[in-house]
């Protein structure tokens, strides 16, 4: 029950942010369209910022799900790094088209930016680092510094998140599409003829 009221603040609070943007929502439009007293908002979130993480957190949880369920799947590694990227540029886009206002306000703030990407920085390049120790111990890949290829591949990833969300290289012909797979290709094979 508890959990479940929670969680419905934070889906509420989302859809009004999404909607009205952050500051121009109140803890009592979130309390009221929750059908719920301003007092039991309180008994969970301290403030509209506590609130705010949650909700940038909640997303956040639904990246790193689909992106675990690509790292358990009964497939190569190479396959699962091909969809390991594709799907986490195709769940950032969903994410923020979903949110709207939400994260207009998110990307004019480096600082929240910043900080949440910290956060799940760290899950992301502990998933990516499991595909590549599956793939050096299955002779797929060869990885001479796994942690550090791992990092280099996550922040390679956040650097294009913009351009593939906005669909910002259309105009020099190259679609999202081309992008992910351009990019998996290269992160794959490099650019060297051998």
Do not use: W
């Not at 680092?129 to 956040?158: N, Y």
């Amino acid at each position: 029950m508890v959990s479940k009221t929670r969680e419905k603040f934070i889906e509420v609070a989302r859809q009004l942010f999404a909607r009205k943007g952050v500051e121009n929502t109140t803890m009592n439009d979130i309390a009221s369209a929750s059908d719920k007293g301003r007092r039991t908002i309180y008994t969970y979130f301290k403030n509209k910022k506590d609130i705010y993480n949650a909700v940038v957190e909640s997303e956040s949880d639904k990246l790193l799900m689909n992106l675990r369920l690509i790292v358990a799947k009964p497939i190569s590694a190479e396959e699962k790094l091909k969809e390991y990227i594709a799907c986490r540029f195709e769940t950032m886009r969903e994410i923020v088209h979903r949110n709207g206002s939400l994260t207009a306000g998110f990307f004019r703030d480096l600082r929240k930016v910043d900080r949440a990407r910290r956060q799940i920085s760290k899950k992301e390049v502990a998933l990516v680092r499991e595909i590549l120790e599956e793939g050096v111990e299955k002779g797929e890949f060869e990885v001479p510094d796994i942690s550090a290829t791992a990092i280099i591949v996550i922040h390679t990833i956040q650097g294009l998140d913009v351009t593939y969300i906005r669909d910002a290289l259309s105009d020099k012909g190259i679609d999202q599409e081309t992008l992910s797979e351009s990019f998996s290709r290269m992160l794959l094979h490099g650019i060297l003829v051998r």
